[in-house]
Every structure is written in C-alpha cells, then in structure tokens.
C-alpha cells in the first residue's frame, strides 16, 4: 500500500514509504507533546514539544514529512468519570485539521491522566531534596512531560491494534 503526504505549503502530494509510522499526540492549549513509533509501528518514543500557536501546523508538517508518519493517534481526554472534558471540542477541532491539512488518518485513544503517569514514570521511588524537586519543575516545564504523555497514548493505541 503506498502513503502519501500533502505539503501544505506548496500544495502538492508526496509519496512516502510502505512502512506504517505513527505520530502520537498529546494536545494541550499551551504545549502539544509528540511521540513516533518504530517503522513497524509497535513501539512509541517521546520525540518532542511543540508549542500550540499558529506555526503548529506548519511545525507538524515538518515533523510528519521527516519522520515518514503514514497516521496520527491523539490523546482524546475524558474526566474522573470517563466522560469527555472541557478540552474534548478544542480536540475536535485540531483533529478535523489535521485531517484537512495533512490528509492522513487520525485516530483518537482514550487518555485519562497520562501527564501525571508520565511524570511518576520519570521520578523515582525514594525521596527528593530540594535539587531534585527543582530538576522536577524543570523537567515538567520545558515539556518532557507532554512528549512522554505523548508516546504513553501512542504506546496504548499500538498495542491495542497490534493485539491480533
């Protein structure tokens, strides 16, 4: 089956490899965590933050266009109670234009909490002094949180697919 790519910015398409590659999104109003998986599309690695202004998609594009990523997995957020949360419509939205711009399919997985799993995941069980809970606020603010956020949403979605 072959892939490929629209380039938003000359409007032309680009054939992209056989292989299925995945970008894992973590969708925040700030900061949007991004993960890839492997060329088999089984593991997922935190890749990176970008921030969510208007070169987002533009961003996205450069990303998408390198890494060879044939379909989009993001993180769909639901509340306490499984239900979807306020942040639910502004997903919606992003998801129909990553569909518009990039013409690749986008599929969402359910995420309930992975910033806070992406963060006890990065510390470790003993106690921390005062450095480490400033290495901590560091870590969490320059973004590592979202991409691991990112590729733990990734990661569910690939094994749920890869399953049979």
Do not use: C, W
Not at 53 to 82: A, M, Y
Not at 124 to 153: C, E, F, M, P, Y
């Amino acid at each position: 089956m072959d892939f490929y790519i629209m380039d938003i910015e000359i409007g032309k398409k680009e054939k992209i490899s056989n292989g299925i590659r995945f970008l894992g999104i973590d969708y925040g109003t700030k900061r949007i965590g991004l993960a890839i998986s492997d060329e088999n599309g089984v593991l997922a690695f935190p890749k990176e933050i970008v921030l969510n202004d208007i070169n987002i998609f533009k961003k996205l594009g450069e990303i998408i266009r390198e890494g060879i990523i044939s379909e989009i997995v993001i993180g769909e957020s639901v509340d306490f109670s499984g239900k979807l949360n306020v942040l639910s419509d502004r997903i919606e939205v992003f998801i129909l234009e990553l569909e518009d711009k990039f013409k690749l399919p986008v599929y969402k997985q359910k995420e309930f909490l992975t910033s806070v799993e992406a963060r006890k995941a990065g510390s470790s069980k003993k106690s921390l002094n005062q450095s480490q809970v400033h290495s901590k606020v560091k870590q969490i603010k320059s973004g590592r949180i979202d991409a691991s956020a990112a590729a733990l949403i990734l990661q569910r979605y690939l094994d749920k697919i890869n399953r049979h």
